[in-house]
């Protein structure tokens, strides 16, 4: 990226401790820009004290970025078009989104979020207080439809115990042979629906998973996936989010009680307060192909 403010970045105290705020839940904060840059094309990359706004991952960009806006000291506003990751190497490069040449928490690394603001006219500051404010009600469209797909992943495994001929050597957080990690190639959020698709190739087979009954029995999978989400559902535990830090790229957990089980999952979404928060999940299964899962997780 060009034109980057690294003196002002380094001179602003409040570099060392920059807090990210979206997973308690959290849509607005007041903050002091610490550093801003230009990206070609233009558009102006805001770097802040604390942010509510959570960020597409760049490694595993299943939920998308927070939009809303910052409102300056003067109370203008601009348009928060884009939230990325943004990676600062040890010698002081940056690096935005894709192009971050390094895996998360590599040594010596700093991850911030950056507020993309694509107004060329845009004449804020470090030092100069903002206030950010990302939209509520994607926010929670987007919480709600990552949530479902927290229920989703060990709802399957629960289902799809009994077609493994061998213990594949890996088992989710509640103790069920993890299909949902093991055959996972991609999963997409968006507002009230999630969409994951799993591969059932070779190694999947190998592990000892059987696929013929499945694609034989779509339809009694699928019932068996949703009353076991309505019955966890029934029990509406509280959702609470670990944080073992408050920086970006701290690891962060998704905890709940399903069936009387306490469950934790590694996650850097946002999340709903509660499981009865959700709304109703309905999830739907289809096998293109003999190799290809895709499940739909619809909420309303
Ligand atoms: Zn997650």
């Known amino acids: 990226m060009k034109n980057i403010c690294l003196a002002d970045f380094f001179q602003s105290p409040c570099a060392v401790s920059l807090r990210v705020t979206f997973h308690t839940g959290s849509c607005e904060e007041e903050s002091v820009i610490a550093a801003t840059c230009r990206r070609e094309g233009g558009a102006l990359v805001v770097i802040a004290s604390e942010t509510p706004f959570h960020p597409r991952d760049y490694q595993w960009p299943d939920q998308p970025e927070d939009l809303g806006y910052a409102e300056d000291g003067r109370g203008r506003r601009y348009e928060v078009a884009d939230a990325i990751f943004v990676a600062v190497s040890p010698g002081g490069d940056f ?6 040449p390094v895996r998360k928490n590599s040594p010596g690394w700093n991850y911030f979020a950056g507020h993309v603001i694509r107004d060329e006219d845009a004449s804020l500051t470090a030092g100069e207080r903002v206030l950010l404010r990302a939209d509520a009600e994607r926010r929670l469209a987007l919480s709600r439809a990552h949530s479902a797909s927290h229920l989703m992943g060990p709802a399957l495994n629960r289902a799809l115990s009994g077609l493994w001929r061998k213990d594949p050597g890996r088992t989710d957080a509640l103790g069920a042979n993890d299909f949902d990690q093991l055959a996972i190639e991609s999963s997409s959020i968006s507002e009230l629906l999630c969409t994951d698709s799993y591969h059932i190739g070779k190694s999947m087979r190998k ?19 949703n009353d076991l989400i309505a019955r966890w559902q029934s029990e509406d535990s509280a959702i609470t989010i670990r944080a073992e830090g408050d920086s970006l790229a701290s690891r962060r957990y ?30 739907s299964l289809e096998m293109p192909d003999n190799e290809t899962l895709i499940i739909r997780t619809y909420v309303r």
């Not at 000892?208 to 009694?220: D, T, V």
């Not at 306490?262 to 309905?282: F, K, Y």
Request: aromatic letters at 6%; glycine letters at 12%.
């Open 95 to 100: 690096h935005a989104d894709r192009d971050i």
């Open 207 to 225: 592990r000892g998973f059987a696929a013929e009954p499945l694609a034989a029995n779509l339809r009694l999978y699928e019932d068996g996936i």
């Open 254 to 283: 998704w905890r709940a009680t399903l069936g009387g089980k306490e469950a934790e999952m590694p996650c850097g979404g946002t999340h709903t307060r509660s499981l009865s928060e959700i709304g109703q999940v309905r999830v």
